[in-house]
């Protein structure tokens, strides 16, 4: 079956009584059960019925049933924001005394998380250059609890080779754990590149333009008890589980994924070639420009489309913010693949908190523009585009 289809046509739990054809919202922290040895059957989870809306939702498992659906996943746990799976997902995975190797290209709260508040609960963070093969072989060790990475990384849009980074992680059994947001899961088969463990920000493009918060871990099932740790102990003492309205407007949101990202990643792609002929614009980042350092490893890895992330760097941070503030169509707005195309100036606002030198050694440049490519027509876009560059 397609994956369109799947979208939806994915199987209620149980039937609803109304014949609803949307998965009702269940407002409601707990459930009324016909005798004692139903509760245990629950609470075990032995019998897939929920127990408490803190770990579990009918209407937030049949949004994470869609989307096993949808990746072929053996587990799918959804969670209040893409920064809480992740969290969940390092909680899953380490602990003191071992260590975490990733990258300095990165989104800036990952990067803190990783090298900072981890660093607090006695977890090493061995920041590499993933492109750098002999560099990821040397760091990764018996300690090692996962090797994390962006899968085109936010903003400097790097892409690693997935595929070699997971042999050298699977040699050493050590999960390959990647945040793959900036393209759909339902583009491309994480599992036969080698991941372990995808995290998401449904936030973005799931939510059908911006209408919630929220985050997934997607486990391939290579290792089981990262599973069980997630499903039997965090859920339960974290307390950060997707809540069931969020979940209900994601899954509305699923139903439309298909459509609308063909749509923003071809705006993108269109937007990057043009913006190539500016002189006003110095560089263009993309990698669905085929003179893109990153291109045919992209395309191998993802497909033939390339997300609808696109940043430019203009002559000065100051040329930047004066870009920005003349945009009449594109909102000055944080986020990711809303419907609405967004602009934001990383340096100033993302990175904020880092110093100077942090963000040289982040390649995190004030010269630079990132833009989230919406559903407008190319033209009115690329139209706001050029009067905000003009004198």
């Keep these: 079956m397609d994956n369109q289809t799947k979208a939806l046509h994915t199987s209620f739990f149980h039937d609803d009584p109304y014949g609803s054809l949307s998965m009702p919202v269940y407002h409601t922290a707990a459930y009324q059960f016909p005798d004692a040895a139903s509760m245990t059957e629950a609470f075990s989870g032995r019998s897939g019925e929920p127990d408490y809306s803190r770990t579990m939702n009918p209407t937030v498992t049949f949004f994470e049933d869609k989307v096993k659906a949808l990746t072929g996943a053996r587990s799918v746990t959804a969670f209040n924001s893409g920064m809480a799976a992740i969290t969940n997902m390092f909680f899953a995975t380490t602990a003191a005394g071992k260590n975490v190797v990733s990258s300095c290209h990165m ?48 903003p400097q849009l790097e892409v690693a080779d997935l595929k070699s980074i997971a042999e050298i992680c699977h040699a050493k059994h050590v999960p390959l754990v990647a945040d793959t947001t900036i393209i759909p899961f339902t583009e491309f088969d994480a599992k036969t590149l080698g991941v372990d463990v995808q995290v998401v920000s449904s936030t973005k493009y799931l939510s059908g333009g911006a209408t919630s918060l929220g985050g997934l871990i997607i486990d391939y099932g290579n290792f089981p008890e990262f599973e069980k740790c997630v499903k039997t102990e965090l859920l339960f003492n974290l307390g950060s589980y997707m809540t069931p309205h969020a979940a209900y407007m994601q899954t509305i949101g699923l139903e439309t994924l298909h459509a609308r990202y063909g749509v923003q990643s071809a705006n993108a792609l269109e937007l990057a070639k043009r913006l190539q002929t500016l002189p006003q614009v110095k560089s263009v980042g993309y990698v ?27 002559e000065s941070e100051e040329a930047c913010f004066r870009f920005i503030n003349r945009l009449k169509l594109i909102y000055r707005a944080t986020n990711l693949f809303d419907n609405k195309s967004l602009a934001i100036h990383p340096y100033s606002t993302i990175f904020v908190n880092y110093s100077v030198e942090q963000k040289a ?31």
């Design 361 to 391: 050694a982040m390649d995190v440049l004030p010269t630079t523009i990132r833009l989230s490519i919406g559903l407008e027509s190319v033209n009115d876009l690329w139209a706001d585009i050029q009067q905000a560059l003009g004198e």
């Design 107 to 154: 989104f800036g709260n990952t990067y803190s998380l990783i090298t900072h508040t981890l660093a607090k609960f006695g977890v090493e963070s061995r920041i590499v250059n993933l492109l750098d093969l002999e560099q990821v072989r040397k760091a990764v060790n018996e300690n090692t609890a996962c090797v994390f990475l962006e899968i085109i990384t936010n």
């Design 288 to 314: 669905g420009l085929e003179d893109n350092p990153f291109h045919s490893l992209a395309a191998r890895q993802f497909g033939p489309t390339a997300g609808a992330m696109v940043t430019i760097d203009l």
